[in-house]
């Protein structure tokens, strides 16, 4: 009989211990943490690295549009629009590990920043916007990459370019950064651009003290305290 309670006992805790994990991982899920580029972003690893550039813990499963008329479905190498009953409205589209996205505050747009290597980069960004006749992509990289490669006394190498937060319909503000390393004399200088999405087009540009003076808000943890 007391063998019998023990095992029983036994059971018990084994299956509060897996419910209580299992909360766990579903809470570690669903927690939206701010971008490293944008304050307003949604960085799609809820914790802090692990080794390395290894981020710890699980995708950010959903990031919902503000209007909720949409939703980013996230897995671990992927990202695709849901609409608001769970349908798909595009085809996944590949991310690298180190990536958040930015919706537009009308829900109609959204920009992805990642990285294909670290912390240092390389960073790329792609606005994207939703149509009834599917999505479109725009690589803003290049554009935004030639034009702060034009500045006196920079490094040459590629520079880091990412989301710093939209402004409007159509309007991107996005950052280039020198590459944060030594090899660079302006290692980590920075300064921010305004973007006309679809038409390619740099609106507007602004030095660092410009850029953190206008926009200081929108900018994420990357340009503030070390991610």
Request: charged share 20%; net charge negative; aromatic share 8%.
């Amino acid at each position: 009989m007391a063998q019998h309670r023990k095992r029983r006992y036994v059971v018990i805790v084994l299956a509060l211990i897996a419910t209580a994990t299992c909360a766990a991982q579903q809470s570690t899920v669903e927690v939206e943490q701010p971008g490293q580029w944008s304050a307003a972003g949604v960085y799609l690893w809820p914790g802090e690295t692990d080794i390395a550039d290894a981020p710890a813990g699980t995708r950010v499963s959903t990031v919902r549009s503000p209007s909720h008329t949409l939703a980013l479905k996230v897995t671990d190498d992927a990202l695709a629009v849901i609409d608001a009953s769970g349908k798909a409205a595009s085809k996944p589209l590949e991310i690298e590990d180190l990536a958040e996205v930015n919706w537009a505050p009308d829900s109609r747009e959204f920009a992805v920043t990642q990285s294909d290597g670290g912390w240092v980069g390389t960073w790329t960004v792609t606005a994207y916007a939703v149509t009834p006749d599917g999505l479109h992509s725009y690589e803003l990289s290049k554009l935004v990459a030639a034009k702060f490669q034009a500045r006196k006394g920079g490094c040459a190498e590629i520079p880091n370019v990412g989301a710093g937060g939209w402004l409007g319909p159509g309007r991107l503000l996005v950052i280039a950064e020198a590459p944060p390393h030594s090899s660079c004399s302006d290692m980590g200088s920075i300064r921010g651009y305004e973007v006309a999405v679809e038409h390619a087009q740099i609106l507007d540009e602004y030095d660092a003290p410009a850029l953190k003076s206008r926009f200081g808000r929108l900018l994420g943890r990357r340009f503030g305290s070390s991610p």
